[in-house]
């Protein structure tokens, strides 16, 4: 259960609950370059787009589209592009690392970390060996950014929203700093669907849901169920499942996706 989608989430409102407030604009400034971010994973596990696109089985191009913001991908897409490149969707919504070299001014006396031991001989304070490569890979400072914290307190207009393919938008709750937790708040439009083309998806992890205004029919293996607001699910991602908006009004509802640490 994301290409840039600054463009469109832009021109779009989020917050999308119709009992007794507004949408919430959400601005442009608070998305991140998720096709960007899916570019940069990809060349750092050092795989071609081609050779992504015939292990997801889409085309080349549609991979293309979405790394350079033309397209946006469905729910399943992104799900499959994300474990296929080893990260989660919390990582998605993590600002775009900028690397950044500092140089610390020392006096004559003060021993450098990166030349190791002190003139005395003794370890430097704090000092460790030298990662490989110098800076680390690209996946080394997506994984540190699990340590940032997205709360505790976030207003509707902070929310970090995704727009994707087939009327689904995703606006991110919050998030504690080393969890794998995704904290949603999902809305599909009529015609929305998680699968663009039909298919059930499975991922990584485990779902639990609470659908708050609407419908939304859940497929989910061989077995169909129409969630009304005030109705709850839970199961393992695992599980072939899709989701669908059949209806004419907005289903919304606050989504709990606890992937693998």
Known sequence: MMGTVAREVGRMTAG???????????????????????????????TSLRSLARELGVSASLISQIETGKSQPSVSTLYAITSALGISIEEVFEPRPVA????????????????????AGGPVPGAGPAPAGGAGSLLDVLGAARGHRFGPLVRPAQRQALS?????????LGHLPDTTVDFLLITYQPGGTSSSSGLLMR??????????????????????????????????????????????TPAVGVWFVVEPA
């Open 16 to 46: 999308t609950l119709r009992e007794g407030r507004c949408a919430v604009p959400v601005t442009a400034g608070s998305v991140p370059a998720v096709g960007e971010r899916l570019r940069d994973a990809r060349q750092a596990r050092g």
């Open 100 to 119: 950044v070299s500092v140089q610390e001014e020392r006096t004559p006396d003060e021993p450098d970390p990166a030349n190791g031991p002190d003139p």
């Open 164 to 172: 994707l393919d087939s009327g689904v938008t995703w606006e991110r």
């Open 203 to 248: 991922h990584s992890g485990a779902e639990y849901g609470y659908l708050l205004s609407g419908e939304l029919l859940l497929t989910l293996g061989f077995d169909e169920h129409r969630l009304r607001a005030g109705d709850s699910i839970c199961f393992e991602s695992s599980r072939p499942h899709r989701y669908q908006n059949d209806g004419s």
